[in-house]
């Protein structure tokens, strides 16, 4: 499949880059499908690769899809080609980044989880920068647009990156701030991040840059997990802690929910909780409801309900 982007050249005349992603490979749930994962390998390397490790894993109620990136000059290997999601020339806040490459990755990835059946959760993860990938695509979910401005339509529920790193974490923070809505999304996404401390390809203080980047942007719900004496490279210990983590619905993170909720609204919703702790009659509903699955859970939902409504129709709860 291949994507086409503009940009503008010398004078008047406008350059179009196409991007042939490679082939795909799809690992099917050997149980229950209850996820659906893209696996985004690193630079260089292949989907078949990572196909059979997925594969090989005991997560039977996991689909796997695992893409291959198009085959592009790299700046960072002399611009010799490689398959790769993006350009990168440096891992570094003050590079510059491949805005183009990264939108048409990302909108590749998206296109593959467009056809999942509505009740399956749908995420992506990644080695490397797979995992960069995966955390551009994260940003995307949060602000609802990729950075051409073209709206994002997945509803991502997990992202996991492993020895990665954030692109475009100099400006993410302004963007997600000035939105409720981004703000929200934000900090209700999942994200599982794990990094070897002894990594010589991309270093470990780049996966704490990249956790610092993300949570003053508003990303909450937020695990950072290091790997002592481990290199450049995953171990399945890793990925079944990181993955099992990111889709682990029991594990919500309610002050992450709360916190997303502007201030005036988090006010009027603990009055308004408040009065209704105080009609007794109204606990026949409240309780039932919030035990569908567990306490925290379903007050979870509430306040997510609740942010959506006031945050839509600037409802005031009375």
Same mark, same amino acid.
């Given at each position: 499949m291949s994507y086409s982007h503009n940009t503008m050249g010398s004078g008047s005349r406008t350059?179009?880059?196409?991007?042939?992603?490679?082939?795909?490979?799809?690992?099917? $749930?050997? +149980?229950?499908?209850?996820?659906?994962?893209?696996?985004?390998? +690193?630079? &260089?390397? !292949?989907?078949?690769?990572?196909?059979?490790?997925?594969?090989?894993?005991?997560?039977?109620?996991?689909?796997?899809?695992? $893409?291959?990136? $198009?085959?592009? $000059?790299?700046?960072?290997? +002399?611009?010799?080609?490689?398959?790769?999601?993006?350009?990168? &020339? /440096?891992?570094?806040?003050? &590079?510059?980044?491949?805005?183009? &490459?990264?939108?048409?990755?990302?909108?590749?990835?998206?296109?593959?989880?467009?056809? /999942?059946?509505?009740?399956?959760?749908? %995420?992506? +993860?990644?080695?490397?920068? %797979?995992?960069?990938?995966?955390?551009?695509?994260?940003?995307?979910?949060?602000? %609802?647009?990729? %950075? !051409?401005g073209n709206p994002y339509n997945i509803n991502l529920r997990a992202i996991v990156g492993l020895s990665g790193w954030l692109p475009g974490s100099r400006c993410l923070r302004n963007k997600i701030e000035v939105s409720h809505e981004a703000a929200r999304r934000a900090a209700s996404l999942p994200i599982m991040l794990g990094h070897g401390t002894c990594d010589d390809v991309v270093p470990y203080k780049y996966g704490e840059i990249s956790v610092h980047s993300l949570s003053v942007a508003g990303f909450r719900n937020l695990s950072f997990k290091n790997y002592e004496g481990m290199g450049h490279y995953t171990v399945p210990k890793e990925m079944n802690e990181a993955i099992d983590a990111a889709l682990n619905e029991d594990q919500l993170n309610v002050p992450a929910v709360a916190s997303s909720i502007p201030y005036r609204y988090l006010q009027r919703l603990i009055e308004a909780l408040a009065d209704l702790l105080d009609r007794g009659s109204l606990l026949e509903f409240v309780l039932p409801w919030c035990q569908v699955v567990s306490l925290q859970k379903g007050t979870t939902r509430f306040h997510q309900d609740l942010a959506d409504t006031c945050a839509s129709s600037e409802y005031m709860l009375q």
């Amino acid at each position: 499949m291949s994507y086409s982007h503009n940009t503008m050249g010398s004078g008047s005349r406008t350059a179009r880059r196409t991007f042939e992603f490679g082939r795909t490979h799809v690992v099917r $749930p050997k +149980g229950k499908h209850q996820a659906t994962i893209v696996w985004l390998h +690193g630079l &260089g390397d !292949n989907g078949s690769t990572w196909s059979q490790l997925l594969e090989s894993l005991p997560l039977p109620n996991i689909k796997w899809i695992c $893409p291959t990136a $198009p085959t592009r $000059p790299v700046a960072l290997l +002399g611009g010799f080609p490689y398959s790769a999601w993006f350009d990168v &020339g /440096e891992l570094s806040a003050d &590079g510059p980044d491949d805005w183009e &490459g990264l939108d048409a990755s990302a909108a590749h990835i998206a296109n593959l989880l467009s056809t /999942e059946p509505s009740d399956v959760k749908v %995420g992506i +993860g990644g080695f490397s920068m %797979g995992a960069a990938m995966a955390l551009y695509s994260a940003t995307a979910f949060a602000l %609802g647009r990729y %950075g !051409n401005g073209n709206p994002y339509n997945i509803n991502l529920r997990a992202i996991v990156g492993l020895s990665g790193w954030l692109p475009g974490s100099r400006c993410l923070r302004n963007k997600i701030e000035v939105s409720h809505e981004a703000a929200r999304r934000a900090a209700s996404l999942p994200i599982m991040l794990g990094h070897g401390t002894c990594d010589d390809v991309v270093p470990y203080k780049y996966g704490e840059i990249s956790v610092h980047s993300l949570s003053v942007a508003g990303f909450r719900n937020l695990s950072f997990k290091n790997y002592e004496g481990m290199g450049h490279y995953t171990v399945p210990k890793e990925m079944n802690e990181a993955i099992d983590a990111a889709l682990n619905e029991d594990q919500l993170n309610v002050p992450a929910v709360a916190s997303s909720i502007p201030y005036r609204y988090l006010q009027r919703l603990i009055e308004a909780l408040a009065d209704l702790l105080d009609r007794g009659s109204l606990l026949e509903f409240v309780l039932p409801w919030c035990q569908v699955v567990s306490l925290q859970k379903g007050t979870t939902r509430f306040h997510q309900d609740l942010a959506d409504t006031c945050a839509s129709s600037e409802y005031m709860l009375q």
